[in-house]
């Protein structure tokens, strides 16, 4: 519970961070979705139930903020989740070498759904090819260097929320007896 | 024969006397050349240079020490009042921007004559393929979903979407948005739409009508939203493609959407107006 909570806070900074503090400081029309690597984490590693009530918090927060259809970015992030969910099953996704490229095809699974799926429905002429490719791939190349870092910090969270907690319950039990 | 004492007083003024007689030859040639003095002279010279320099240099790096620690304390203060200075000056720059964009939206607010309500972007919308903002105005200050946004340079928006306290507003770049408008000079009449790339493109102009390069768009008010004769944008190209029986027309739009800080959200959207027949 604590820890979705964690989760959920992380996710809002970003998102505060993504939309009010990042287009002040100039233009970064070719920045990822920050909340992608959130949503990666919580497939890779966090447990099925906490992840899925992180990841469907954020999805609807998101949608709500956002101009897309609703359920566009609820749809895409848990696309990426249950992806994650099923590549942790045979692969070794936490690999350094193997992330990078983990975060790269979030990002592009993302932006397959937010792109693909309102010309599938009819919702909106479709954007100008050069300038999809141009922006899905900057945002691949942002994901590839960066994205294993927000992975490792939201890792390095979790391991310091763990120790509080077993601490914590260690303070407890003493106090108990 | 001599007592002691006798010799030793004898003695004393024999000595005296040498004393006094040699005091006064050597004073009155004190310009001749002794040579001791010379020697005397290289000898002991050179270390009370060394220990004079010493003394000196200690002296001058113990006070330079001093100076320099003073200097360093009085250079950081100097330092934090710059940084004080700059971050004041800062905002008053800042101030001085705001009150500027103010000033052009409350006369513009005063020309069009219209109840409307300012407002401040807090936002962008999280998606690069969706053009929209936030607003810090909703429901409670009289916002309403439709209602049109505008700036001082032209048409921002349409609100989307709203929630008690802040607004979602999406942008006339937005491909999902159509402004029915003119071209002011010769009143030819289409729709205005947002492409992918931040411009816009004006729709459904025939091909005879007359659209030229730098011509000024305007809204119709035709569509019921946006009143009419807001500025839309200025046509940026202008190209008839074959037996096509529309002129495809590239819009540079008014307003600069990467710059928007603050909005007008019009609360008594205008009747829309009948086309003459």
């Given at each position: 519970?604590?820890?979705s909570?964690?989760?959920?806070?992380?996710?809002?900074?970003?998102?505060?961070?993504?939309?009010?503090?990042?287009?002040?400081?100039?233009?970064?029309?070719?920045?990822?979705?920050?909340?992608?690597?959130?949503?990666?984490?919580?497939?890779?590693?966090?447990?099925?139930?906490?992840?899925?009530?992180?990841?469907?918090?954020?999805?609807?927060?998101?949608?709500?903020?956002?101009?897309?259809?609703?359920?566009y970015?609820?749809?895409?992030?848990?696309?990426?989740?249950?992806?994650?969910?099923?590549?942790?099953?045979?692969?070794?996704?936490?690999?350094?070498?193997?992330?990078?490229?983990?975060?790269?095809?979030?990002?592009?699974?993302?932006?397959?759904?937010?792109?693909?799926?309102?010309?599938?429905?009819?919702?909106?002429?479709?954007?100008?090819?050069?300038?999809?490719?141009?922006?899905?791939?900057?945002?691949?190349?942002?994901?590839?260097?960066?994205?294993?870092?927000?992975l490792?910090?939201?890792?390095?969270?979790?391991?310091?929320?763990?120790?509080?907690?077993?601490?914590?319950?260690?303070?407890?039990?003493?106090?108990?007896? | 024969m001599?007592?002691?004492?006798?010799?030793?007083?004898?003695?004393?003024?024999?000595?005296?006397?040498?004393?006094?007689?040699?005091?006064?030859l050597?004073?009155?040639?004190?310009?001749?050349?002794w040579?001791?003095?010379?020697?005397?002279?290289?000898?002991?010279?050179?270390?009370?240079?060394?220990?004079?320099?010493?003394?000196?240099?200690?002296?001058?790096?113990w006070?330079?020490?001093?100076?320099?620690?003073?200097?360093?304390?009085?250079?950081?203060?100097?330092?934090?009042?710059?940084?004080?200075?700059?971050?004041h000056?800062?905002?008053?720059t800042?101030?001085?921007?705001?009150?500027?964009?103010?000033?052009?939206?409350?006369?513009?607010?005063?020309?069009?004559?219209?109840?409307?309500?300012?407002?401040?972007?807090i936002?962008?919308?999280?998606?690069?393929?969706?053009?929209?903002?936030?607003?810090?105005?909703?429901?409670?200050?009289?916002?309403?979903?439709?209602?049109?946004?505008?700036?001082?340079?032209?048409?921002?928006?349409?609100?989307?979407?709203?929630?008690?306290?802040?607004?979602?507003?999406?942008?006339?770049?937005?491909?999902?948005?159509?402004?029915?408008?003119?071209?002011?000079?010769?009143?030819?009449?289409?729709?205005?739409?947002g492409?992918?790339?931040?411009?816009?493109?004006?729709?459904?102009?025939?091909?005879?009508?007359?659209?030229?390069?730098?011509?000024?768009?305007?809204?119709?008010?035709?569509?019921?939203?946006?009143?009419?004769?807001?500025?839309?944008?200025?046509?940026?190209?202008?190209?008839?493609?074959?037996?096509?029986?529309?002129?495809?027309?590239?819009?540079?739009?008014?307003?600069?959407?990467?710059?928007?800080?603050?909005?007008?959200?019009?609360?008594?959207?205008?009747?829309?107006?009948?086309?003459?027949?």
């Amino acid at each position: 519970m604590m820890g979705s909570l964690l989760f959920i806070a992380f996710g809002l900074c970003l998102l505060v961070v993504q939309t009010a503090v990042m287009p002040r400081l100039g233009n970064w029309s070719g920045c990822y979705d920050l909340l992608v690597p959130l949503v990666v984490f919580l497939g890779l590693r966090r447990r099925f139930w906490d992840g899925l009530a992180v990841v469907l918090a954020l999805g609807l927060v998101v949608d709500g903020l956002s101009c897309a259809a609703p359920g566009y970015y609820l749809t895409a992030y848990l696309w990426i989740w249950a992806l994650m969910r099923w590549l942790i099953r045979f692969l070794r996704v936490a690999n350094t070498f193997l992330l990078p490229l983990v975060m790269a095809g979030a990002v592009l699974i993302e932006n397959l759904v937010l792109l693909a799926v309102p010309l599938l429905l009819a919702e909106q002429t479709a954007i100008a090819a050069s300038r999809a490719l141009s922006t899905v791939a900057a945002q691949m190349v942002w994901a590839l260097l960066t994205g294993p870092l927000l992975l490792a910090v939201f890792g390095q969270s979790q391991l310091r929320l763990r120790r509080y907690q077993v601490r914590a319950a260690a303070r407890r039990a003493v106090k108990d007896e | 024969m001599f007592s002691r004492k006798t010799l030793l007083i004898v003695g004393l003024i024999l000595l005296l006397a040498a004393n006094v007689i040699g005091l006064t030859l050597s004073g009155r040639s004190r310009d001749a050349d002794w040579g001791l003095g010379q020697v005397g002279l290289a000898l002991v010279a050179p270390f009370q240079a060394v220990v004079s320099y010493s003394l000196r240099w200690a002296g001058d790096v113990w006070r330079h020490y001093f100076v320099l620690v003073n200097t360093a304390r009085e250079n950081d203060h100097l330092k934090k009042e710059l940084a004080r200075a700059w971050a004041h000056n800062d905002r008053l720059t800042e101030t001085v921007q705001e009150n500027r964009r103010l000033r052009r939206l409350l006369d513009f607010q005063q020309a069009v004559g219209l109840d409307v309500l300012p407002a401040e972007v807090i936002g962008k919308d999280p998606s690069p393929w969706f053009r929209s903002v936030i607003i810090d105005k909703g429901r409670l200050s009289g916002v309403r979903k439709g209602q049109p946004v505008v700036t001082a340079q032209g048409i921002a928006g349409q609100v989307a979407e709203v929630a008690e306290r802040y607004a979602k507003v999406l942008l006339i770049i937005d491909q999902n948005t159509a402004v029915d408008t003119l071209v002011q000079r010769s009143r030819a009449r289409g729709l205005v739409t947002g492409t992918s790339d931040e411009r816009c493109i004006f729709k459904y102009v025939v091909r005879q009508d007359d659209v030229q390069v730098g011509d000024v768009l305007i809204s119709s008010g035709l569509d019921g939203v946006f009143p009419k004769g807001l500025k839309v944008g200025s046509v940026s190209a202008v190209e008839k493609a074959g037996a096509d029986i529309f002129q495809e027309v590239m819009v540079a739009p008014s307003v600069d959407f990467a710059t928007l800080e603050e909005v007008l959200v019009i609360r008594s959207p205008p009747r829309p107006e009948v086309p003459e027949e």
